[in-house]
Structure formats: C-alpha cells, structure tokens
C-alpha cells in the first residue's frame, strides 16, 4: 500500500506545532502562559448578529443545504459594503463570492486556477495559505521578499522577466500577516500596472482593513481603475466583527475568477450554514459602532504592548498602523537562535507564547509575531515577564536552551 501522498509529501513539518507541544507542556506543568501566538478574536461579535442568528435557527428551512456561492442577500450586503467603504459598485451575481473564511476562498482559488506547472509569486513572508494553497493544489511558488518601498517592484519585475513560465498570479495580502506592513493606493497602482504589462493576474488579501490605527483606512486594489479587469480581493467577517469560528468570508473583483471559483465551490461545498449567513448580513448592514470600538480596543493594546517592549530593552520595536499584529525582530542576544528556537526560549522562560516568523517562510526567521489577542492586563504581566528575561544574562538562558536540547 503505498503511503506517500503527493500533495502531504509536498508540506514541510508544521513549524506552530512545536511551539504548541511545548505551551501543552508547560501549562501541564502549571504554568499560566499569556498566548500572542494565534490572531484568534477574543471579542465576542455584536450583540445584534448573535440575536439574527437565534432568531434565523427558529425558522426549520434553514437546515436544508444552502449555495455554495453565498446567499443572494449576503452578496448584496458585501456589494453595499464594497460600495459604502470604497466607492466601488459590484454585481452581487457575477462579482461576488461568499466564501467559507478567507482562507478557504484562497485555497479554492487556487484550485480552480492552479495547473500542472503553473507558478505563483508570493512574497516571503506570508500568511501560510498564500503560499500553501498553491503547493495543496499542485502548482509552483516562487517568493519575492515581502516589502514595500521599491524593492518590491524591483523584484517583481526581475522575476516576471526572468521566469521559465509566466507566472499566473501575484498574491499581495496588506495590511499584511504577518509582518503588519500597510500599503497606500499608489503602491497598488504600480501593482496593477506591472501585473497588467505582463498578464498576469492578482489575489489581495484584505482581511486586516478595519483594523487600522492611523485615521487613514487602508485602501482596497479594486480601487485603481482597471483592476478589475485582472484582480479578486478576499475580505472577512473574523476580525472585523470577532467571527473567525463563523467561517464567512467573500472574494470579490474579476468575473473569470469569480466564476472559476465558484464553479470549483459547486462540487466541494454548500455554503456555510444559513444561519450564520443571515446574520453575517446584519452586521453588514446593521450599525457599524462596533467596529469602531473594536478597533479602539486593538489600538489600546497595541500601545500598551509596544510601549512596554521598548521600555523593557525589546530591539528595534516597530508599531503598525494597523493590522492585530506586532512585527518583532528577534532581540540581538538572540538572534542566532533562529526565530522557532528563541519563540520555544521566550516561552519557557518568560510563560510568554508567540508565532515563530519562520512558520511564514524562510524570510520570516529573523522575527516573530505578536497578536493582540489578550487584554491589557495580561498584555501588562507579560510585559514584565519579558523585562525580566530580557534583564538577564543571555549565555545563560543559551546554555540552558543548550542543555535541554
């Protein structure tokens, strides 16, 4: 029997895997550890879109299969949407995709237009799927590094001109996970116009653009004339409305794309449950206060933790404009360790966890990522936690890491 599945082959060790066995450890061991490891919500959603959905569960048609490209009215709710925030008018019918998460809109996308051979460009590092979806589909990747001053078009270009195979599509994700990295409308115009020279199509990635702390919204692609013509965004309702277990999500822009995808969804899916889709429409169309004082919550922490890290010693702390993420560089002391062994480190000896940059890509090594996912008095305790460790003598904490390995 042959166990050696193509596409599992294709898939490196799950790098988080090993941070989590090691948390399991030490909170078996009784350890209280603060979690920035997963941009996993811990607002619960608006009070209205938790009462549509009791009141939608009362009615016995919404057990019954749903579509699998969305509900009518919860494609005209993200078309209001599209056209409230941005400006920009969309067929619900031919633009608009409902998707079960972001994530699986990426990966489904990438096999409805992923063929043997094919290459992607992703700049490293990235949010998994960006690139792994590609691979799950059987398709090649190539990364560019993922910046955004002039070098990014630089190497664009000098990939584009130099690839054995065109290229399909560029994925660009901003503001970005993991690195926070946020982007104005003229970085996107430069994007289109390269990708429309060459021919080659764009998946963005927009999951991040209520989350912003600056006063400027982050623009969406879509909104450089003729984008369209070659680019689908993907937005969500988990950070925005705290409803990453909902699985709603919507890919929007093209009509080839959008119809690729959603033929590929008609043979693997129904939908998400009714239900929830009925009250992902509320809060699309329902009052909008409570993205605003989401995005303050996050603004608050944010300060309170990248305050705290430069006050404590942390190197080089930049603080994003937005996004529910902090960047980090891995201080100098440590810096040889590679990001994996010194995110194991800092959990062992501070009972603090975070994602190891290594785990979006070779490009992410040098870093980690900090989520904003706990409170601020958790936030503050692991600040001090962090002060103390970085407070010690660093060939102390190597040679224990040393010993124990």
């Known amino acids: 029997m042959n166990d050696d599945f193509y596409r599992i082959q294709r898939l490196p060790p799950y790098v988080f895997a090993e941070v989590n066995k090691v948390k399991a450890a030490a909170r078996a061991a009784g350890h209280d550890i603060i979690d920035f490891g997963m941009g996993n919500p811990d607002s619960a959603p608006p009070a209205h879109v938790t009462e549509k959905l009791r009141e939608a569960l009362k009615d016995p048609k919404v057990h019954r299969y749903s579509l699998s490209r969305g509900i009518q009215g919860l494609r005209k709710a993200q078309a209001a949407y599209y056209q409230r925030r941005f400006g920009l008018e969309f067929d619900p019918e031919t633009e608009i995709c409902v998707t079960i998460g972001s994530k699986e809109g990426l990966a489904n996308m990438a096999q409805a237009i992923s063929g043997p051979g094919d290459v992607f460009i992703v700049p490293d590092p990235s949010y998994p799927i960006h690139t792994w979806g590609f691979v799950i ?205 010194f995110s194991k480190l800092l959990l062992q000896q501070a009972d603090v966890a975070v994602a190891p940059g290594v785990g979006f890509g070779p490009g992410g090594d040098t870093h980690v990522r900090i989520a904003l996912v706990e409170n601020k008095l958790r936030i503050r305790q692991a600040v001090r936690n962090i002060k103390h460790f970085l407070s010690e003598d660093p060939q102390k904490h190597l040679f224990e890491l040393e010993k124990a390995s």
């Open 137 to 341: 589909a059987g398709a090649e990747v190539t990364p560019i590094p993922n910046t955004t001053d002039e070098s990014f078009f630089t190497n664009l270009k000098h990939t584009l001109d130099t690839a054995p195979r065109k290229p399909v599509a560029l994925v660009v994700n901003y503001p970005c996970n993991p690195t926070a990295f946020s982007v104005d409308l003229a970085f996107y115009e430069q994007v289109v116009d390269i990708c429309r020279h060459y021919g080659v199509y764009i998946l963005s990635d927009l999951a991040y653009c209520e989350l912003y702390y600056n006063g400027n919204p982050p623009p969406s692609i879509l909104q450089v004339k003729g984008a369209r013509d070659l680019a689908v965004e993907f937005t969500t309702m988990s950070k925005t409305y705290s409803m990453a277990g909902w699985r709603i999500g919507f890919a929007v822009g093209n009509k080839k794309l959008i119809a690729a995808l959603t033929k590929i969804k008609s043979y693997l899916d129904y939908g998400t449950f009714l239900p929830v889709q009925v009250a992902a429409a509320a809060a699309l169309n329902g009052p909008q206060d409570y993205v605003d004082q989401l995005r303050a919550k996050y603004k608050s922490r944010r300060d309170v933790l990248a305050e705290g890290l430069i006050a404590a010693g942390w190197d080089n702390v930049v603080i994003p404009d937005a996004s529910m993420f902090l960047w980090l560089p891995i201080p100098k002391a440590y810096a040889k360790l590679g990001s994996l062994e």
